[in-house]
Nanobody, 123 residues
Framework: VQLQASGGGLVQAGGSLRLSCAAS????????VGWFRQTPGKDRDFVAA????????YSVDSMKGRFTISRDSARSTVYLQMNSLKPEDTAVYYC?????????????????WGRGTLVTVSS
């Protein structure tokens, strides 16, 4: 199982980025794929997730309206569109997947993790 996150970079406050998470190695038809983020010295926090089969999404309330998660089943890829970025969004963003159906935002529910991609938002 491999998850490859990409799309991070440096952006000014108010700008946008789209992160991609490409999945390979197994069928994800019953999984949930999510995004987490982490800053130095802090926990890895849940951002958003999407169920692979039904496309149901859920996210942190504070990010609704700015961050949108979506998936492209044909490409086995999940996206995180981030708009109106703020300096406090600066973090390493990780994508992760569960082994089965889940609507959890807990890090422990996600068994597969990709390497992170760094997002830096300058003020």
């Amino acid at each position: 199982v491999q998850l490859q996150a990409s799309g991070g970079g440096l952006v000014q406050a108010g700008g946008s980025l789209r992160l991609s998470c490409a999945a390979s190695g197994r069928a994800f038809s019953s999984s949930t794929v999510g995004w987490f983020r982490q800053t130095p010295g802090k926990d890895r926090d849940f951002v958003a997730a999407i169920t692979w089969s039904g496309g149901r999404t859920y996210s942190v309330d504070s990010m609704k309206g700015r961050f949108t998660i979506s998936r492209d089943s044909a490409r086995s890829t999940v996206y995180l569109q981030m708009n109106s970025l703020k300096p406090e969004d600066t973090a390493v963003y990780y994508c992760a997947a569960t082994t089965g159906p889940s609507h959890s935002s807990s890090r422990d529910a996600f068994a597969y993790w990709g390497r992170g991609t760094l997002v830096t938002v300058s003020s």
